[in-house]
């Protein structure tokens, strides 16, 4: 984002029209979701004398980059794509490698003709992160970027968290009673919000690239942590069992894709468990553990690196109190979203066990806070202030 | 009630015109806010050809009822009030006593030459409760009820529940964090919401006739429980004090108003603290405990009793997590404020003492919830499902 620091800012140097190019360049690339990661979701417009000459966006992971798909429409239709403008709502790629399914977007642009490109991110990946510019640059096009940056951004949470701090992007979903609680005495916690809640973080699991919950409610709640009161794709399930101790009965292992299902455990965990699972079907991913760390739980620097190895940009952490507090503790967290149910639950389990703050000012203070309410519950979200944990 | 229910329904039985005049006294009703306790607010207007003639409301306790009000105010400036009609928010009285300031509104009512009187609530009192009404119609006035009915009854939570239920209302304001806590490990818990908020606490404070604190939060906290940060009076302040350990030194005892200082204590309580805290000038409600009631602190339902025999309707209860949880178990509650912060506190104070429910079904479900946003906080409100605790 260098480039944009010197220059005016966006609003005076790009027109209403350019907003409105790029704000549908923003709607294309939605249509991608929960189809591309780890790419990014990518939009992209094809412009001439205020005419729409094509549009594309990429579609799943290995498919055709959004700029391909918009000259690609562009042309089907017979269009001259001399002198056009082109709105991107990420950098366009400029390199090759045996892992990419698609040659570099700059060259095809370059040799469209194309004259004008407007771009709302640069793309954070080591290998494109202004390259993509500059090259379009050296071979004389226009090229502006910072147009509905902040808004293009919020398609990619997962993909610009992993490439600016080297882990996917954990969103923490906590449905609570009004009094703090997960969980009634007995460990019931079904159903604490009602259906409109559930279906939002039924949306959420279809936009993420993974769920991820302690054994303890995968035991409790036996979840099957898949996305059935809206439409969308199942997330990875990915359930902490450091000594694998949740039973092979659980329903995450019985699912028709239970090759979804993953568990991540310490090595030093029982062979014999392993190849249980193993047979059920789900996969396995063990975590090297020092005898402090085992002490304490998985190590989740080491399991949000296995996940993202694996090409997972983004988790929701589903639960429970001591998997929450974990997270939260270790700073590695980036949004977080309370559903509150107008209930009182007494003493059951206080949804996020943590070390507690030994003030009120050194309490963990939400950033952005957003409120909704979604009939007679309340959705609060905030995001992390990174450094103040 | 009961002469309502055989009646058409209100919105068939009133123009739109009463119903404004309706709402006009039961604005003018609550400009004896904070004063009249235990009297309930009261508004009355006298129109005739639908111009109003005079206007009254209860302005403190001891003072001329509203009816008697309006009436003075219509005749001062030289109206014939034959012929006219009265709105009054709550039934007129009918009886005189050795306690009761005023003569018998209904009187003064019929001698006006008053025709037609619409009320919306009738008066629960045990020596009213319709006779009002009735005595009205005996000599010959047409007199119609239950217009904007809940409406008026709000103004008087506190004078309804006490009639109706034989105790003061008791509401209950919780401040936390969004994980449900209400003070951070070391106790702090200073300021868990921001003022936008307390301001709202503070006009609460100001029109309920007492707060109520348990021995613990005033010694942590140290409050004033005063009215500050909006105009009002100060209400009572009460705390639960068992066995009289708070410290001669609190703020409560070195305000200005400290009279209104009272302590609840058991009967067993050292005589030799009770003397200091009555040198002090605050005031000393001593409550008899078996051994039994002892142990679980002073029995609510007694102290509840004590308040209201002191003239106490309405109660505010600000904590700490112990008493809140005690009015929650035993079901003394109407209505519970929780104000919601954007900050987590870890392992702090659970915002609720209580035996939790055993299932998500058997948690205390609200009823009639309201949601407010107060900048990044959360006001969440509902009230008690009475028989169902």
Not at 78 to 102: D, I, M, N, R, V
Not at 170 to 177: E, F, G, P
Not at 317 to 335: C, P, T
Request: with cysteine; proline share 5%; net charge positive.
């Amino acid at each position: 984002m260098k480039r944009t620091d010197t220059a005016p800012p966006a609003q005076e140097r790009f027109s209403l029209q350019d907003s409105l190019f790029m704000r549908r360049a923003i709607s294309l690339a939605r249509r991608g979701e929960g189809k591309t990661s780890p790419n990014p979701l990518v939009g992209a417009l094809l412009v001439k004398g205020g005419v729409i000459l094509g549009e594309g966006w990429h579609r799943r992971f290995g498919a055709l980059h959004a700029e391909a798909e918009a000259v690609r429409a562009a042309l089907s239709k017979g269009h001259s794509l001399t002198g056009a403008s082109l709105y991107c709502t990420l950098e366009p790629c400029c390199f090759t490698s045996p892992e990419k399914h698609q040659p570099p977007c700059t060259d095809l642009i370059v040799q469209s003709g194309i004259r004008r490109v407007i771009i709302a991110n640069t793309d954070p990946h080591r290998r494109v992160n202004g390259r993509g510019i500059r090259l379009l640059e050296g071979a004389g096009l226009v090229v502006e970027t910072g147009l509905l940056a902040q808004e293009a951004e919020e398609l990619n949470p997962g993909f610009f968290t992993f490439h600016r701090r080297g882990r996917p992007y954990v969103h923490l979903k906590i449905a609570q009673s009004l009094d703090g609680g997960i969980a009634a005495g007995g460990g019931d916690a079904r159903w604490i919000t009602g259906e409109s809640c559930r279906k939002i973080v039924h949306r959420l699991r279809a936009s993420l690239d993974a769920v991820l919950v302690g054994r303890g409610t995968a035991q409790a709640d036996d979840p099957e942590l898949t996305v059935r009161l809206v439409r969308g794709r199942n997330p990875l399930r990915v359930v902490l069992d450091s000594r694998l101790l949740l039973s092979p009965a659980a329903r995450l292992f019985q699912l028709p894709d239970r090759g979804k299902t993953l568990i991540v455990h310490s090595r030093a965990a029982p062979v014999g468990r392993a190849k249980k699972i193993q047979k059920s079907g789900a996969a396995l991913v063990s975590i090297e553990t020092s005898p402090e760390e085992k002490r304490c739980g998985l190590p989740l620097c080491k399991v949000l690196a296995a996940l993202g190895e694996r090409g997972v940009r983004s988790v929701l952490v589903e639960g429970g109190a001591e998997v929450f507090g974990s997270f939260l503790r270790e700073g590695l967290w980036d949004k977080i979203s309370v559903f509150i149910a107008p209930i009182l639950l007494g003493k059951g389990r206080k949804c996020v066990e943590a070390p507690g703050a030994a003030s009120v000012a050194g309490a963990l203070h939400l950033k952005n806070v957003v409120i909704k309410k979604i009939g007679n519950y309340i959705l609060m979200e905030g995001h992390n202030v990174y450094g103040n944990n």
